[in-house]
């Protein structure tokens, strides 16, 4: 199995920046694809960025292009999220997700994750 372990939440005033990692562990090398998904209070957890291990194209919802950055760090198995600018509409439970190859993956969607995070809260105040 993989196991994802995410951190670096907290509570942050707006404009403010924030990183997330992720960490993977167990059969790392048997995924494709990494994600972040969030889930503001009372909502549907929704996409935020995704990047294949050995891809050279990022996705990002359009609600954090410019403002959030993906990066990854192959030979440690760590993915991160940079996220400039925090706006309270930020706030939300952040998850690291991971999938396995196929030929059907759509970064977006969050059935193509077999592999979730606990996820870690960020709070971005007024």
Do not use: H, I
């Not at 005033?13 to 209070?41: D, E, H, I, K």
């Not at 050995?54 to 940079?82: E, W």
């Not at 970064?107 to 077999?114: D, F, I, L, N, T």
């Amino acid at each position: 199995q993989v196991q994802l372990e995410e951190s670096g939440g907290g509570l942050v005033q707006a404009g403010g920046s924030l990183r997330l990692s992720c960490a993977a562990s167990g059969r790392v090398f048997s995924t494709y694809s990494m994600a972040w998904f969030r889930q503001p209070p009372g909502k549907e957890r929704e996409f935020v960025a995704a990047t294949r291990w050995t891809g050279t194209t990022t996705y990002y919802a359009d609600s954090v292009k410019g403002r959030f950055t993906m990066s990854r760090d192959n030979a440690k198995n760590l993915v991160y999220l940079q996220m400039n600018s925090l706006k309270p509409e930020d706030t939300a439970v952040y998850y690291c997700a991971a999938a396995d190859y196929s030929s059907t993956w759509s970064p977006m969607r969050r059935m193509s994750y077999s592999y979730w995070g606990q996820g870690t809260r960020v709070t971005v105040s007024s």
